[in-house]
């Protein structure tokens, strides 16, 4: 399983290869994106820099994830795990049971807005899609996506 600080580093490394961070190429607005002065993100990407608690968290709201989500072992995605005491933490075994019909209906929603604004998905990454809006439904209690999520969907706009 490895340690805690080498899951949140393989996971900042899934953050970095998600398309709305990864088409940042400046440093300065990937640091803006975590909210980060340059300096203090300069620290955080090094390799040899622990990913604390306070800034696990930090990191893990940036993208609409709760607290604990960059201690979630990438290679157990099926459940949640408490790195720290090396278990599933009980209520957490699966974020897809709470999927419920009315969160899918907006995922998907928003993947048809994706596709229009972006081009369509291979059907794999298409899948993969559909449960990442899911989650960042579910991250803004189960309503629907932040005014920025939804933006950055669209692309940018054209004049």
Known sequence: ???????????????????R????????????????????WSQVKHPDYKIGDE?????AAAIGQPPGWLDSDPHHPDREMNVKAGEAQPGH????????????????????VEERAKGEFPPMRRAQRILELCRMIQAHDGVDL??????????????
């Open 55 to 59: 800034m696990a968290a930090k990191l």
């Open 93 to 112: 075994e699966s974020q897809n049971e709470e999927i419920t019909p009315a969160i899918l209906a907006r995922a998907e929603f928003w993947m048809r």
């Open 1 to 19: 399983m490895g340690d805690i600080y080498s899951i949140r580093r393989r996971n900042l490394e899934r953050i970095l290869a998600m398309r």
């Open 21 to 40: 961070v990864a088409r940042l190429r400046l440093e300065k607005d990937r640091a803006a994106f975590f909210k980060l002065s340059p300096s203090m």
């Open 146 to 159: 932040s005014p920025e999520q939804a933006l950055e969907l669209i692309g940018p706009t054209k004049t």
